[in-house]
């Protein structure tokens, strides 16, 4: 599964894991960073915004 930005977003905030099967677009994790640096989020949300990071395949958008 492909996950959005606002869908992350959302577990972010309510600190739950994502399905085991989700890639994560490249693009949406520079939206991810932005937001967080422009909603001063806090330690806890940036860390756990990481490990999601560390833990999920982070895909590269081409077209072919």
């Known amino acids: 599964?492909?996950?959005d930005t606002?869908?992350?977003i959302e577990h972010i905030?309510?600190?739950l894991t994502l399905p085991?099967?989700?890639i994560?677009?490249?693009i949406v994790v520079g939206e991810l960073e932005a937001f967080a640096l422009k909603s001063d989020w806090?330690?806890?949300k940036v860390t756990f915004?990481?490990?999601l990071?560390?833990?999920f395949p982070i895909v590269d958008i081409t077209r072919e």
């Open 49 to 51: 915004m990481q490990k």
């Open 13 to 15: 905030r309510k600190q």
């Open 6 to 8: 606002n869908l992350i």
């Open 42 to 44: 806090g330690y806890q």
């Open 24 to 26: 994560i677009p490249v």
């Open 20 to 22: 085991s099967r989700v």
């Open 53 to 55: 990071f560390e833990r």
């Open 1 to 3: 599964m492909v996950f």
